[in-house]
């Protein structure tokens, strides 16, 4: 899973979210809930 996350999700992502404002802290969210398997409350949590 981290393969495709690494090769595939990030690097769309990071395309998808260019230019927004604070897109590295989303991109750091969808890492963290995508890791979790999907605990959202867990991912907002260590993120605040």
Do not use: C
Request: hydrophobic share 30%.
């Amino acid at each position: 899973m981290e393969q495709l996350w690494d090769t595939k999700l990030y690097p769309l992502l990071k395309d998808y979210f260019r230019g927004e404002h604070k897109a590295k802290e989303k991109l750091e969210i969808l890492e963290k809930v995508y890791s979790n398997d999907g605990d959202l409350d867990e991912a907002e949590t260590s993120t605040r």
